[in-house]
């Protein structure tokens, strides 16, 4: 129950070395969740910051999402994930997941081996579940984090892109889709974006993909390629997130992405 509810929340591809990372520190996104009758369900921000791991320079990625509103109520929930990329490969090198909720509490460490192509998992709360999980071709990234990332693929409809996006300690392998161009309205604009839907087409379908469930993104055309919707269907009801606010990153590196 607690993945079901926090993917409309916080609702790895080839990250190639070639592709940039498509956050650059001084980056703030923050989302509006609305629920079924819930209109403010929730909040997603999202952030970007200069960092270095082990020596190196890296970009680490904040989300932290919670519910808001009545539902919070009958509902307290909060989670805070860090993903950290390294500057000179864009390749995710650390992934941490915290989050209180009722009696679920989460508390997990996932690093990175792309010479052995593994990654170690640790439960911090459950340590029977700590692994070596075995990580497929490319560059796995976390699911908010890869929806951002399509921004700077450049698709058109009728295009696709194969990624691995990890779901705590399970690789998927999906395909995202460019399926057309929808007007969206947000509290910061009226946008074209191009609609974004991944799929799990390449392995026989697992977690919310074998229960029938759909994630899609919506990416604006214009300079800033905004990630202005995000959505997940499931049965008994479509978790809508909206961008209510937008700080682009200092010149210096807004003049850097393509």
Known sequence: MRRLFILPLLLASPALASTPL???????????????????????????????????????????????????????????????????????????????????????????????????????????????????????????????????????PGDQRDVVVMFEEEPYELTFHALGYETVETPIGTFNALVLEPRMERTAAKGMFKRGSNVRVWISQDEQHLPVKFEVEFKFGVGVSTLTSYTAPPVAHADSRP
């Not at 980056?27 to 952030?47: D, M, N, S």
């Not at 509103?69 to 490969?89: I, K, M, N």
């Not at 009722?102 to 052995?116: E, V």
């Open 22 to 156: 498509a956050l650059h520190p001084g980056e703030e996104l923050i989302y509006r969740v609305a629920w079924g009758v819930f209109g403010h369900a929730g909040e997603i921000h999202i952030t970007a910051r200069s960092e270095t791991n082990d020596g190196q320079p890296c970009t680490l990625v904040v989300t932290t999402t919670s519910t808001r509103g009545v539902l919070r109520g009958l509902y307290q929930f909060d989670a805070r994930a860090e993903s950290v990329f390294s500057d000179s490969t864009n390749r995710m090198l650390v992934h941490t997941e915290r989050s209180a909720s009722g009696k679920k509490p989460t508390d997990t460490l996932m690093t990175f081996d792309y010479k052995a192509r593994t990654a170690e998992y640790r439960d911090f709360i459950r340590p029977e579940r700590n692994q070596t999980v075995q990580v497929p071709g490319g560059d796995p990234m976390d699911l908010i984090t890869c929806l951002v990332q399509t921004r700077v693929w450049n698709l058109k």
